[in-house]
């Protein structure tokens, strides 16, 4: 009993400064990194709780006040995922499509540079036959080797690059316009495209911003800034609006929430599952880090995780309809939340090296 005691001390302290230390105002990447497994630690918080009841005396101690504390840690982390299971509203309403309609299919997958197994990500792409594809961590060995097996996708949009950040394009409809930009950093593209899908536009953000990691960037406000740009461009557009790539975010951070919520965005994940696309090696380690948000104009026929493809990351796929403008379910911005946007992509630009 006094093992099962401690180890109940150790671990709950533990865990306790593990949900303490997101809420810590920092974009260094120490604080920033434990904004990801947030329903892990919900599991390994109802296991601690239940050593704890388990091992502590009648009698009230400091070893209570952890359970207090742990007990407190499990309703707010409980608060964040909620949304993202299916005992939650949806935010994105389900249809089903007209006989004579035509429903908009996307597929994004981060595709891990170094994996070379390109047909095997051709055969997914040509048994989905999705109408838009959105390919990241692409460089030229990616671009040729699929180059043939998707020739039935005519419109493309490539930029190979063998920094990681190389991205992919590639769709069955109409390109109206399109841009390639770098937001924050110059090595780090994104794309806006406009595609004509039953005689609308429809306008597609395509985005792989820098994660919070030593080795790539100590701190998240660029990518912070550049996801905020996006969704501030996104509400202020007159047309039906996707966004869609790898945001190196979580659905339940802050940013991804103040992004939602000044956007005017919806997630279709909320009320249906997590939809977790990262680490496709490591079960217990995998969180949501691939996005598609949509604006009121969408209806949600079908959303999947895709079979692995020898990334580090599922392929996610997701098909949609155009019906009336819904935004019952948007969240709904404070003038302190849009303060904070303006804030935070000022910081983005003022530590990127691109000042657009």
């Known amino acids: 009993m006094e093992t099962l005691l401690w180890s109940y001390r150790v671990f709950g302290f533990v865990l306790v400064i593990s949900v303490l230390v997101p809420l810590i105002p920092s974009d260094h990447w120490k604080a920033r990194v434990f904004d990801y497994p947030r329903s892990q630690k919900l599991f390994l918080v109802g296991v601690c709780v239940v050593?704890?009841?388990?091992?502590?005396?009648?009698?009230?101690?400091?070893d209570h006040i952890l359970l207090v504390a742990l007990v407190g840690c499990a309703g707010y982390l409980s608060w964040l995922v909620?949304?993202?299971?299916?005992?939650?509203?949806?935010?994105?309403?389900?249809?089903?499509?007209?006989?004579?309609?035509?429903?908009?299919?996307?597929?994004?997958?981060?595709?891990?540079?170094t994996n070379t197994r390109y047909d095997r990500m051709a055969a997914l792409v040509n048994r989905r036959d999705p109408d838009i594809v959105l390919?990241?961590?692409?460089?030229?060995?990616?671009?040729?080797?699929?180059?043939?097996?998707?020739?039935?996708?005519?419109?493309?949009?490539?930029?190979?690059?063998?920094?990681?950040?190389?991205?992919?394009?590639?769709?069955?409809?109409?390109?109206?316009?399109?841009?390639?930009?770098?937001?924050?950093?110059?090595?780090?593209p994104s794309i806006v495209?406009?595609?004509?899908?039953?005689?609308?536009?429809?306008?597609?953000?395509?985005l792989h911003p820098t994660p919070p990691v030593p080795q790539e960037n100590p701190e998240s406000t660029e990518r912070d800034a550049e996801v905020l740009m996006v969704g501030r461009e996104a509400e202020r557009c007159p047309h039906p609006v996707i966004v869609f790539g790898d945001l190196n975010d979580v659905a339940w951070s802050h940013t991804t929430r103040l992004f939602l919520r000044t956007s005017g965005l919806l997630d279709p994940r909320r009320g249906r599952g997590m939809f977790n696309t990262f680490h496709a090696h490591y079960p217990f380690l995998r969180w949501p880090l691939d996005h598609l948000f949509v604006s009121p104009h969408f209806r949600l026929v079908d959303m999947r995780i895709e079979p692995g493809v020898g990334s580090d990351h599922f392929p996610i796929s997701m098909t949609v309809v155009l019906r009336g403008e819904d935004d019952e379910a948007a969240l709904e911005a404070t003038a302190d939340d849009r303060e904070e946007v303006a804030e935070k992509i000022a910081d983005g630009k003022a530590s990127g090296d691109v000042h657009a």
């Not at 050593?51 to 400091?62: D, R, T």
């Not at 699929?146 to 409809?173: D, M, Q």
């Not at 495209?193 to 395509?206: Q, S």
């Open 51 to 62: 050593m704890g009841l388990f091992a502590l005396p009648i009698a009230v101690s400091v």
């Open 82 to 113: 909620l949304p993202y299971t299916p005992f939650a509203a949806h935010m994105v309403a389900g249809a089903k499509p007209a006989p004579d309609e035509d429903p908009l299919r996307l597929l994004v997958c981060n595709v891990l540079q």
């Open 135 to 188: 390919l990241l961590e692409t460089d030229e060995g990616w671009r040729k080797g699929l180059h043939a097996p998707l020739e039935r996708w005519k419109h493309r949009i490539e930029v190979p690059l063998a920094n990681t950040y190389g991205l992919l394009f590639y769709s069955r409809l109409p390109i109206d316009h399109h841009e390639v930009r770098y937001l924050i950093d110059s090595e780090v």
């Open 193 to 206: 495209v406009d595609i004509r899908y039953r005689g609308r536009v429809v306008r597609l953000y395509g």
